[in-house]
């Protein structure tokens, strides 16, 4: 399996707004899972171009992705710049 549950810790700590595994529901560690999920289904998209379910995940996430980056902007737009600089994030 692509994500195993030490990947997960791994994302949470490096990027959660605590440091530590527990913050799992801060929008920046979510947003991190996202990325790290969307990396890994555009891969699976290049090698296979005809796999249209995967196609709607992958648009799922990148959406679910966007509303979290939108109210992190609105909340708090340095904490929004800062995951943007880590994950190599573009509007």
């Not at 440091?19 to 560690?29: H, R, V």
Request: proline share 1%; glycine share 4%.
């Amino acid at each position: 399996m692509y994500l195993t549950s030490e990947k997960k810790q791994e994302l949470f700590e490096n990027h959660g707004r605590l440091k530590s595994k527990a913050d799992t529901g801060s929008p920046e560690a979510q947003i991190a899972l996202f990325t790290y999920r969307i990396n890994h289904l555009t891969q699976h998209m290049k090698k296979n171009k005809k796999d249209y379910s995967t196609q709607q995940g992958l648009l799922k996430l990148v959406g679910k992705r966007r509303k979290l980056l939108n109210f992190l902007h609105k909340t708090d737009i340095t904490r929004y710049r800062a995951i943007l600089a880590e994950l190599n994030l573009r509007k």
